[in-house]
């Protein structure tokens, strides 16, 4: 079990074109000031429990592996922006029956953000679908 405090500052600074208008129409909406895209601070605090009894770090034959947590940002903790985003990691290694020499591993993690309180998540905290590591659709 442990618990987790984070700080962060972010000056984002949209790159001109269609990029800056996409950003200045949707306003961060819910964070005030002149330009709410400037001055975003997050401050968050994340208890999470983790249990582990994979046998290898790198190449493991047999185990299982679960973390959960659950991250709350709010102005509560000195920040602007109010998120929640549980998220779920599983991992299990077994040997397949048939041969011992081949291992059977499953991953499956899932996350959400949402925003609370009329204010939405910060658009560089979003999760997008695609890349290295997801599942686009099959």
Same mark, same amino acid.
């Given at each position: 079990?442990?618990?987790?405090? $984070?700080?962060?500052?972010?000056?984002?600074?949209?790159?001109?074109?269609?990029?800056?208008?996409? %950003?200045?129409?949707?306003?961060?909406?819910?964070?005030?000031?002149?330009?709410?895209?400037?001055?975003?601070?997050?401050?968050?605090?994340?208890?999470?429990?983790?249990?582990?009894?994979?046998?290898?770090?790198?190449?493991?034959?047999? $185990? &299982?592996?679960? %973390?959960?947590?659950?991250?709350?940002?709010?102005?509560?903790?000195?920040?602007?922006?109010?998120?929640?985003?549980?998220?779920?990691?599983?991992?299990? %290694?077994?040997?397949?029956?048939?041969?011992?020499?081949?291992?059977?591993?499953?991953?499956?993690? $899932?996350?959400?953000?949402?925003?609370?309180?009329? &204010?939405?998540?910060?658009? %560089?905290?979003?999760?997008?679908?695609?890349?290295?590591?997801?599942?686009?659709?099959?």
């Amino acid at each position: 079990m442990g618990i987790t405090y $984070g700080l962060r500052r972010f000056p984002h600074r949209p790159w001109p074109g269609l990029r800056h208008q996409y %950003f200045t129409y949707i306003n961060f909406q819910g964070v005030n000031g002149p330009n709410s895209l400037v001055g975003i601070k997050t401050s968050s605090i994340t208890p999470s429990y983790s249990y582990n009894t994979v046998n290898h770090p790198i190449s493991p034959t047999g $185990g &299982k592996s679960l %973390f959960i947590s659950t991250q709350f940002a709010g102005s509560v903790l000195g920040g602007n922006v109010n998120t929640i985003r549980p998220t779920i990691d599983r991992q299990v %290694f077994q040997a397949e029956p048939a041969a011992r020499s081949h291992i059977l591993a499953f991953h499956f993690m $899932g996350s959400m953000l949402t925003g609370y309180g009329g &204010k939405v998540a910060p658009p %560089f905290a979003r999760t997008f679908i695609g890349g290295e590591q997801d599942i686009r659709g099959f």
